[in-house]
């Protein structure tokens, strides 16, 4: 394979392209497990029908694991919006759609998502009190089982030339509560500094989704201890800021 091309780098992988193939290149340090498991739910929500990149193969190359899938050719919403800042809202909309699409499907084999954010808010640094408060919140928000992306924001939607929606990066999906989900993309907005991006988000997802602002929010804290446990010093401070924020208006 022609590692030549770099398309992206993240903290703990490589991303390149070669040919009609996209290659993920994960550090050393990077768990088997993790990998395999990224591997195994994106093979289970290509089954769903929904448009994303195929799996072709799992692999190591120079003693570093890595996931093979389909080269989706186009520009990112996230690029789209810089490009063109006076059609934000235009955009935000579409993310909205492609969000609400992947929240009408069900995946019956993915993790559910309350176990998963069960097991990381046990993970964190805050307080035992803490950590009882968000477990006691979380197994009283309303069980469902929708597709959830879990990292679903703009970097993560390929526009194709004729328009197409591609959903990539689902190594965190799960089934759960689609409010969830959202208020995850939330916050994703605020991380990168885009507060009006994250309100107009809320916003346009309650609207559409009829959905009270309410009940997205009620998630935030729970979501934001979740998260917390992995990413930088200061994104964890960001997000553990939000853990005390009980009641909005």
Not at 49 to 61: D, Q
Not at 141 to 148: E, S, V
Request: with cysteine.
């Amino acid at each position: 394979m022609n590692l030549d091309r770099v398309i992206a780098v993240r903290n703990t992988k490589t991303v390149y392209r070669d040919g009609d193939k996209c290659i993920k290149v994960f550090n050393d340090t990077y768990k088997k497990s993790e990998v395999l498991n990224e591997a195994l739910n994106q093979s289970m929500v290509e089954e769903t029908g929904i448009n994303m990149p195929r799996l072709k193969e799992v692999l190591m190359i120079d003693g570093k694991w890595s996931i093979v899938s389909e080269y989706i050719n186009g520009k990112t919403l996230a690029q789209m919006m810089e490009e063109e800042p006076e059609k934000k809202r235009e955009y935000i909309e579409k993310l909205v759609d492609i969000q609400l699409d992947i929240h009408s499907r069900t995946c019956p084999m993915l993790r559910k998502l309350k176990d998963k954010m069960n097991s990381k808010i046990s993970q964190t640094d805050l307080n035992a009190t803490t950590r009882y408060d968000l477990h006691t919140r979380l197994e009283g928000m309303p069980k469902h089982y929708k597709l959830c992306h879990g990292d679903f924001n703009p970097s993560n939607v390929i526009i194709t030339d004729d328009g197409t929606p591609y959903i990539i990066d689902w190594a965190h999906a799960t089934q759960g509560n689609a409010s969830a989900d959202a208020a995850r993309t939330y916050l994703c907005f605020w991380l990168d500094g885009d507060i009006e991006g994250a309100d107009m988000y809320l916003d346009i997802f309650c609207e559409k989704s009829n959905t009270a602002k309410q009940y997205v929010q009620k998630w935030m804290p729970i979501v934001a201890a979740s998260q917390s446990v992995k990413g930088n010093a200061k994104e964890r401070e960001f997000l553990l800021s939000w853990v005390d924020v009980v009641d909005y208006m």
